[in-house]
T-cell receptor
Framework: GEDVEQSLFLSVREGDSSVINCTYT??????LYWYKQEPGAGLQLLTY?????DMKQDQRLTVLLNKKDKHLSLRIADTQTGDSAIYFCAGTGGFKTIFGAGTRLFVKA | DGGITQSPKYLFRKEGQNVTLSCEQN?????MYWYRQDPGQGLRLIYYSQIVNDFQKGDIAEGYSVSREKKESFPLTVTSAQKNPTAFYLC?????????????FGPGTRLTVT
């Protein structure tokens, strides 16, 4: 079945760019998503990319999709302390959405 | 405002007791889901329901039960058969017109069983 992998931790300085990476196994996902989870809360959809796109930019967020390598990345420009959270990549596997384990982003002031 | 509510936010139970977690949505979504989140393991699917009066087991359904008698509600019962029930439980829904397939999450219930 679908598997989604992410590194567990990333630490950056405030003002730097953050890049969170994800690899997936099932190339049939129509959409690939990035969700953000703040401490003690549910997940919120941050952005998404349609599977026939290579890149999507949304303000400080840039999503890159490399379908050949099955690699998805999320770049956050000018990272702020408010960006500290867990970031999940996810893809649709049939009716279900498959989530990665989440990357915990630490932003140092 | 439309959204998903889960109650309570924190729940404490003694081992051997069944406990029911509430999930309600007013988004008019057909599909609803229950996930369990443990540190470093991401989200694992417990049960999901695509439509009223129908639900399917997810990857870790043992020791849990659900019902879907109303479109708005999808309660989860953690039974005494669940070997390690202490976790953060998240409910989600998806569907509606123009949907991307994204899921909308509730704020979660943290269950502690001692």
């Amino acid at each position: 079945g679908e598997d989604v992998e992410q590194s567990l931790f990333l630490s950056v300085r405030e003002g730097d760019s953050s890049v969170i990476n994800c690899t997936y196994t099932d190339s049939s996902s129509t959409y690939l998503y990035w969700y953000k989870q703040e401490p003690g809360a549910g997940l919120q959809l941050l952005t998404y990319i349609f599977s026939n796109m290579d890149m999507k930019q949304d303000q400080r967020l840039t999503v890159l999709l490399n379908k050949k390598d099955k690699h998805l990345s999320l770049r956050i420009a000018d990272t702020q302390t408010g960006d500290s959270a867990i970031y999940f990549c996810a893809g649709t596997g049939g009716f279900k959405t498959i989530f990665g384990a989440g990357t915990r982003l630490f932003v140092k002031a | 405002d439309g959204g998903i509510t889960q109650s309570p936010k924190y729940l404490f139970r003694k081992e051997g007791q069944n406990v029911t977690l509430s999930c309600e949505q007013n988004l008019n979504h057909d599909a609803m889901y229950w996930y369990r989140q443990d540190p470093g393991q991401g989200l694992r699917l417990i049960y999901y329901s695509q439509i009223v009066n129908d639900f399917q087991k997810g990857d870790i359904a043992e020791g849990y039960s659900v019902s879907r008698e109303k479109k708005e509600s999808f309660p989860l019962t953690v039974t005494s058969a669940q070997k390690n029930p202490t976790a953060f439980y998240l409910c989600a829904s998806s569907g509606g017109t123009g949907a991307l397939g994204e899921q909308y999450f509730g704020p979660g219930t943290r269950l502690t069983v001692t």
